[in-house]
């Protein structure tokens, strides 16, 4: 087992016994809390030391210049970026006349506790000031799943030792300086005090502040309010002056006499309510915190959880990391997505400002799939976000000279941000990886009015998206050129097989969607012969085929190209990106993600298995994995094609990304793809579990050596089924619901309210395929040789 | 005929009848005034009105940070600009109380004229002030072929109607205002007042001034001196402050007694010398420039026009615009190159800051066949340069992980400076291009210490190259993957027929020269397995053909990509990259210039006259010439295909690409590569002139309806030949020289000094063929309509 040292192996929490000022940045993406509309990374109650201080809030940007050495025609002349907005987590101590800081003093312990069933951040600190004076601090924290709008924090403080005057000021701040992010100095002033304030209003015990973005124009507001239990003659006072809100509560505290303080935070935003709007919405959302109080909210943020987790667990016995880092994975997809409603969920979450905080195909192909079988509304309302920026990606079409909608590579509000158009607009898959979101999930839930209201605009959209896009050739075949897969270290290819397939479907769909909804399909200006025209698009589909080495080309010319040196390519050279020029990866055959291998999971009914397994062998010694989209899809397919413990060794790459850091860039946000990934290297991969666009849902489990059994829950047309796998035989069950068909390795069944067991047949795998030199994944097994 | 209302239509001579204020940059351009080492745009002595000024100094630039929206692995971070230097053309005149400003007063008069033997650029104006004073100024101004560090100015006033004090003040003006050139607001301060001030040194009738550049570290020196010849009590002074430096001449005058002025000016820079040094060379410079007086410079610089007109003059009879439109282009390419001296030739030789001063491969493709055959030690000195660049061209090719060199895309120093990779740095043409130029050099100069000391290297270095970019196939095949050929309408395209043809002629020209040169190429390290390795490669080269059309595809894939909509594209919709995105650009049949038609041009051996007519047939309908460099090899391909009257339209558009002003950036500066592609469409195409790396040199004449005779001469081996063809027939010559083996119409000849006449065979040409909607070139027939 790789080691975790940053965190204990538990269950059900992620715990930090030690605080390491180095690695304070990722600790803080860990424990960031979030509920998919308001994000706060898990930054120290008193702000500093900090890594990255950062809150945010769902769609809240700032606009800065696009910069170009040599320009183009419709290259976005600007960009939407994430801001921290005003920070209210913020409570600062004083001891005696000592600032609570844990770079002075002595930390005599830190505890940090990430409870994945209580839903709470959890700190314990007992500090000893410079001057001697001893304390001991107990914050927990919490963003409400129930109540959108907010957050609370609970905050105590007590004298181990003896006596001590304490002052607490708990805060709202805007504006915070940042650390440098070595960017573009003019990137970096535009987003330098992105707030300018309009209100900062006081009362007894609380505080209001609006501010609105210098550009983008998009009012902010924040609101606390409190209660504070302390020795009689505390004192409480209130103060608002410029970006700074502040409570300060003074008292003189004895052992075992502490000082309580609940602090109910609120926020909103909008780009059209008024500063009075705005600033009553968020003071109305306080005293709604304040009416359940801590003690309800708490209780509130258990039930959901407890909810979540009856249909969406999975059980993984005999790899306890994997297990920690599976359920922290699933409680950061639903933070992630729970309450986004209809805002879009972003590759890092609100944990952190990685990427800008955009978008991007990621949350179609990886986290949707995963939120679709285990909380599906927040499928559907990401769905329901990208449907509502049609408009605007019917404008990106137009200017592209395309008919229907594309949708944006890189966004926040829909609008296209990438400034590199080879690795951004090119890769127009996104917009087949949208339908194939949207198909997958009215699969599970049979959502007729989502698939008409929906799925059938979304669909006809982009068929007629592909239909424009590509062409029939001299042949009479249908091809899609110069477009860039999912691998980013290949661009402008013709006929990428993932894009095509992915197109296939997408245009076959809409026209099935059109002979079902004929009447809505009118309203849409669909005709008979348009519908035709995408299946004759998808029948005629060019996928490329190299018949010498009997293998699929990732795209056109592919396989004729040169391989990558990777005997001469040393371990520190990766990721390759930041080594060697697009130039020369683009030319040669080296993959950074999955590409080929995500088409024969995602469309594994367009390829045998006799294809599937000859292409994972090519493509596993290209596939570098300087993605963290990679390893997820290669646990499923070495699952399929019956490499179980590389399926395995992938299973813990993508599960752990953020726990251990494995990208070295978990400080700027945790990677939600690869968590949800990991979901789907459990489910999809070793539960062998596939559903979608091809009607019902089958599994064909099989376990590595290391995972004794695996169990998991998940939701499908109106059941709630659990699959508990052993080494030898796999048992299903309904627990709500009626008798579902199914399939288990191959052999059809009906899953019912009965446990049911069936048999696992066995498998004869090739050899192991080989990965390039030093970009093997980490081995699951002791001491990391191979079995 | 179209018309030239700008100018006058005579055969030496560029003549300018009114002054229209709304084309002024454009004028300045085509008035520009160059020896490759010193560029004067034509701007009036006076300063203003102004379009752009413009005082260049070949390979002086400032160093400007190139941004990206995001960035990548290897590109560059600052660019290199040419920066407009110290003003010494300056002559400000005070009519009593008035400034000589055109836009005020009444211009009674006004002519300039480009005399293209004489080297000279006059003005004559009659102005009458505001108050009624009349005055003649007549100024003539030349830059020295001869002192390749001077220029010089005359300069006279008289009074017309009466009598008149003047004041004439002869200026060097660093750091003037340039117009907003509406760029990237940091680039322009990068490029705001570039020159401190070192220096300002008066004395009695000359001043010097030494600045040096800000960020790249160039010290730059100009002089002046003057003579005053006017009425006995005029009086002279001289100041110098700051980055002003000024002769005050001011005299009393009556009619028929003028003042006259002559200015001689000195430039100097230098990377390395000192401020007193580069102060000293500059005075020198003008010491020398005073002592060969006004007469001597005027005398010199017509004796070297009349040799240069004696080996590189062509007459053309029946289509006079023409006739002068390639003077002015000969003289143009001879102000580029012919004191550049080991400096680069830019795309805009030192007429104005288009392109940022940068060199590509025009020079090598366009310009230096022009000037092998007409003024070949221009071309030596040009190849030389590039050679001087090789240490950082090596360093490029290392970056980039290959052997060899690679040459900078764009330029001035030698380092990269594209900052859009895709149609830059992967435009790998540009190394074999500099191996052709080099080679068709050493065929026509037989210039064997040349071969051994510059093009041997130069080969040695891109045959590496080469070698390592490209790679042998499952099929044993060598090909050349994702670059950009010279069509940037497409880039990163597979096996790029013109890129393979190019690159096989270097590798097997370096294994040959190799043999040839053993002893040398063992100082290179070259062992006889890697020049066989070289062979090798160009022998198994890929050349993609399309079976199924009979045709070449410009790269793979290229006919099976959707056609451009020609039909749907609107004539203000060009050039298309103004109007559409790369990405829709790159992968359809569109093509912005000539590329597999260049290939057949300068690889003529390695394609059949079959394929040359079917490839050009098929290339014509998707060629849309939005580039300089595309008409002139149209021409050339049109005339070997027979379409004789398409060759002449395409000859007159790359003729009068900038007399025409064709492409409405000639205010930038002049188009140097299609005013050397003008000489080529008509020695080459009409001519069928062919020599280079094949050995030997043949013609193929075939005259148009509209051209009734033409004539040429050029060097070759040691020889001047004169080449007279009427519709009839040809009649060749050797000037000076030993008689000399060729080809007339594929039948040997010698030519010798008895000018021998041979009939013209007949040729029946395919349809004409059509180009896109809005894009056919001119017509050279009255009326615009076809014969």
Known sequence: MISQPAFNVEPWAVRECQLHLDVLAQAESVFALSNGHIGLRGNLDEGEPHGLPGTYLNSVYELRPLPYAEGGYGYPESGQTVINVTNGKLIRLLVDDEPLDVRYGTLRSHERVLDLQAGTLTRKAEWVSPAGCAVRVTSTRLVSFTQRAVAAILYEVEPVDGPVRVVVQSELVANESLPDLGRDPRTTAALESPLILEDNVVDSMSAAMVHITRRSGLRVAAAMDHTVHGPDDTQVSV???????????????RPDQPLRLVKFLAYGWSSVRSRPALHDQVVAAVAAARMRGWDGLVADQREFLDQFWAGADVEVDG???????????????????ARAEQRPIPAKGLTGPGYDGHVFWDTETFVLPTLTYTYPQAAADALRWRQATMPVAKEHAERLGLDGVCFAWRTIAGEECSGYWPAGTAAFHINADIADAALRYVDATQDSVFERETVLPLLVATARLWRSLGHHDLDGRFRIDGVTGPDEYSALADNNVYTNVMAQQNMAAAADLVGRYAYDAKGLQVSPEEAASWRD??????I???????????????????????????????????????????????????????????????FTAEEKARDFAYYEPLTVRDSSLSACTQSVMAAEVGQLELAHDYLGEAALMDLGDLEHNTRDGLHIASLAGAWTALVAGLGGMRAGTTGGISFAPRLPSGISRLSFRLFYRARRIQVSVTPEAATYRVLDGAPLPSAHHGKSIVIDDQATTYPIPGIVPGPRPRQPVGREPISRHLGGTEP
Chains 1, 2 share one sequence.
């Open 239 to 253: 103060s608002g002056v410029g970006d700074v809100a502040r409570l300060t509560v003074a008292a003189q505290l």
């Open 319 to 337: 790899d306890a990391e994997v297990q920690q880092a599976v359920r922290f994975g699933m409680f950061h997809v639903l933070q992630a997505g």
């Open 537 to 542: 698009a998808a029948t005629a589909m060019v």
């Open 544 to 606: 490329p085929y190299d018949h010498r080495l009997q293998v699929h080309p990732q795209a056109e010319g592919f396989t004729d190209h040169a391989r990558w040196d990777f005997d001469h390519t040393t371990s520190d050279q990766y990721p390759l990106l930041l080594h060697f020029p697009y130039f020369d990866l683009y030319r040669k055959q080296v993959v950074k993600q999955a590409d080929l291998v995500l088409a024969l999971h995602l469309r594994g009914d367009a």
